[in-house]
């Protein structure tokens, strides 16, 4: 498929910041202070360095130290994490503070509450959750949404300027080229993806790696190589498909297809992933919730 060009114009940009829940595990305090947050930050000063400014409400900064464990990974994706009483005493301040401060991350689907069983690390391992990013639905119900998989080509490559740009990368820096189809359970192709990942985060990731997993790709981003996709954002727009990816498509030569661009990013707003995919459309469609 053809590079990204800066020149793209686009016709429509959905935002979506998204994450996923699952799992169960033990809690972890590594990278935790017991003492108040107050205390805490007078006694180790770079903590203060990069709180959230003074004005900023408490269970703000609750929320600040809960984010920065999950980007430190002292608590993986599918693991739960300590009890409201228990971080509320650590931090120094009261179980509802902490309440709101979760309350916030669950919003943002970065962490999942059970009811009875606890607060858990939002994951991609979930069968409900695995298509937050992937939001084709087939036109007619009873042909069900599940898609098959078939590598097509993974290969290591140094980045483009445009690409290098977007993964805030540097021009040349290794990536991670996988292209992939994504298939009805008769064998119909749906959606042709091209997708760049930084080698330095991906190293390791190769054909016979995708081809052994079972699951979602992104339960094997956060399993094996510790990158958990927490937010994406997307370009959309109507293209004709060239003819050697209409042919890949089984369509014919410029047939209407939607062009999804996707930057998808993980903890601290870092971009982790660039993809393009083209979606025939004969028998499914975009679909967005709006709230």
């Known amino acids: 498929m053809a590079e990204l060009s800066p020149a793209d114009a686009l016709a429509s940009r959905i935002t979506a910041s998204t994450n996923t829940e699952d799992g169960a595990g033990t809690p972890v305090e590594a990278g935790f202070d017991p003492r108040p947050v107050e205390l805490a930050e007078r006694a180790r000063p770079e903590l203060a360095a990069d709180s959230a400014p003074t004005f900023s409400p408490l269970y703000q900064q609750i929320k600040t130290r809960l984010l920065r464990s999950l980007q430190a990974g002292d608590w993986t994706p599918g693991q739960s994490i300590p009890s409201e009483m228990e971080l509320a005493a650590r931090f120094g301040v009261s179980q509802g503070t902490v309440r709101k401060a979760i309350d916030e991350l669950a919003t943002e689907n970065l962490l999942v509450r059970r009811q009875g069983k606890g607060t858990f690390v939002a994951t991609h391992a979930e069968q409900a959750t695995r298509y937050r990013f992937l939001r084709l639905t087939a036109d007619e119900s ?33 990536t991670v080229q996988v292209r992939r189809l994504l298939l009805t359970a008769e064998g119909k192709p749906v959606v042709l993806d091209e997708i760049w990942l930084p080698g330095a985060r991906f190293k390791g990731l190769n054909a016979e790696r995708l081809q052994a997993w079972r699951g979602p790709m992104y339960r094997l981003f956060e399993a094996e190589f510790a990158v958990h996709m927490v937010r994406a954002e997307e370009k959309i727009r109507a293209v004709a498909a060239g003819a050697e990816d209409a042919a890949v498509l089984e369509l014919p030569a410029s047939a209407p297809v939607l062009q999804v661009d996707r930057l998808s990013f993980t903890y601290g707003d870092q971009p982790v992933e660039l993809r393009r995919g083209l979606y025939s459309t004969d028998a499914h469609h975009y679909r967005n919730e709006l709230s």
Not at 146 to 155: E, I, M, N, P
Request: aromatic content about 0%.
């Open 142 to 174: 009873s042909a069900g949404d599940a898609l098959q998989r078939r590598l097509l080509d993974c290969r290591r490559q140094r980045a483009s300027a445009e690409v290098a740009r977007l993964l805030q990368l540097k021009p040349g820096d290794a």
